[in-house]
């Protein structure tokens, strides 16, 4: 799985709004009546800082900087974390087959950008952080990790970035799309709890950011900038300028192909997307590519209201959970960690025909309610329906014949390792 992890991190992206209405305190689902688990609740001194994150509605949606650039080339657009944001140009299965056969583009200009500055920036980065910001010492350099509640809950899943010397300020880090605000308050209240010297800046709306995929990534990359893109492993980045842009470039993505994930001024944004030309793809391909890799995504696999999930519960922990580092919701992870969980995120392929689909009931063979779908699609590349799923940690284990309610019908699946298909 890590190797996985490597080849396309695994964030971004919410596959439904996640704006919540406006109040002081999310309440805690008691999700499970039995086993380790407790009734988890607010802790007082949360009061303040786990906010809803509030709706949207009734008030425009935010558009990425070139959301009149992909209406003239006949995109599609759907609602995704309160932005407007391209679904599909040409078609989902011909943009997937674009960036698993060859390479194609994104607009991934939703996506959060919060940065920190100042001489206690690691600091604060890491209290933040389940993983271990020390993981990028010695270079600009990238890590997957999660931000946490004090009971271990996922707030969400972000991308750490150890900035260059030549971009301005010392990290940044990605949330998903929408949870610019609500994350950037919630690292607020943790620099003045701390006392901690340090700037926190939200500038989602000050930058564009371009992912371009596939086994010829770096062909497109490398002939728009003078960097050696090959040169880049995996979660390294470097500053250099595409069509006389600085831009920032990393070697990561969230399709288990090879690739690289651009961020620039979005007031230069056309012009980089300009230099490129590829396949454009949307938001639609981006989900069945993450799902035949079994990556999660933010709204889905977990969510703060209604998946209240911690990193173990997703398979994940193992790989962005630090426990020798200081981080919020430390406690209640090694808890977690030492007791085990009830349930545990899985792969699930179907045998008999069907799509299953966020919300569909896994049962056994008797018809027991085992667990619940969180995402699932035809994938593109197998011709079957895939499925990734919360189940009872008595029925997780790979090759346990199950069922999945599919319009009121239990059609045959099976349990299965994730990625679904071999990278």
């Known amino acids: ?18 704006m919540l209405v406006g109040r002081d305190v999310i309440p805690y689902k008691l999700r499970r009546e039995s086993g380790n688990n407790r009734f988890l609740k607010a802790m007082p001194g949360w009061q303040s800082v786990i906010r809803s994150r509030p709706k949207r509605n009734g008030m425009s949606l935010r558009t990425p900087p070139l959301r009149d650039v992909h209406e003239a080339n006949d995109a599609s657009f759907t609602d995704f974390g309160g932005w407007e944001m391209p679904v599909e140009f040409e078609g989902i299965q011909s943009e997937h087959a674009a960036v698993r056969e060859s390479v194609g583009r994104f607009d991934v200009s939703h996506m959060s950008e919060i940065v920190l500055t100042g001489p206690d920036a690691r600091e604060l980065m890491q209290r933040l952080s389940t993983n271990d910001v020390r993981i990028v010492d010695g270079g600009p350099n990238l890590v ?21 010397e030549e971009f301005d300020g010392d990290w940044l880090f990605v949330p998903n799309a929408g949870h610019d605000e609500w994350l950037y308050e919630w690292a607020i209240e943790y620099r003045d709890e701390y006392d901690l010297d340090v700037t926190v800046e939200n500038r989602t709306d000050e930058y564009a950011m371009f992912a371009i995929q596939g086994p010829d990534a770096s062909d497109v990359v490398g002939g728009a900038t003078e960097a050696d893109v090959d040169d880049l492993d995996m979660l390294e980045m470097l500053v250099d300028e595409i069509a006389g842009v600085e831009c920032l470039v990393s070697a990561s993505g969230y399709t288990g192909e090879s690739g690289y994930e651009i961020l620039c001024d979005a007031t230069e944004a056309e012009a980089v997307w300009s230099a490129l030309e590829c396949t454009d793809c949307g938001l639609g391909a ?27 519960e997703t398979g994940w922990g193992r790989y962005v959970v630090k426990l020798d580092t200081p981080f919020v919701g430390h406690d209640a992870l090694e808890r977690v960690f030492e007791e085990g969980v009830d349930e545990r995120l899985v792969g699930i392929r179907m045998i008999d025909r069907g799509i299953p689909r966020n919300g569909y009931s896994v049962q056994t063979r008797a018809g027991k309610d085992i667990g619940h779908v ?41 349990i299965t390792t994730t990625p679904f298909i071999e990278q």
């Open 1 to 18: 799985m890590w190797e996985m992890l490597i080849a396309g991190d695994i964030r971004h992206q919410s596959s439904r709004q996640v």
């Open 144 to 164: 997957y990790s999660m931000c946490t509640d004090e009971e271990g809950i996922i707030l969400d899943d972000v991308m750490l970035y150890h900035l260059p």
């Open 286 to 312: 981006r989900d069945t590519l993450r799902l035949e890799m079994g990556f999660l995504l933010s709204g889905n696999e977990f969510d703060y209201e209604d998946e209240p999930r911690n990193p173990y």
């Open 374 to 414: 969180t995402s699932g699609t035809m994938s593109p590349t197998l011709n079957e329906g895939i499925a990734l799923a919360y189940v009872d940690e008595s029925y997780a284990d790979p090759d346990t014949t199950v069922r999945v309610e599919i319009r009121g019908e239990p059609k045959k699946a099976t």
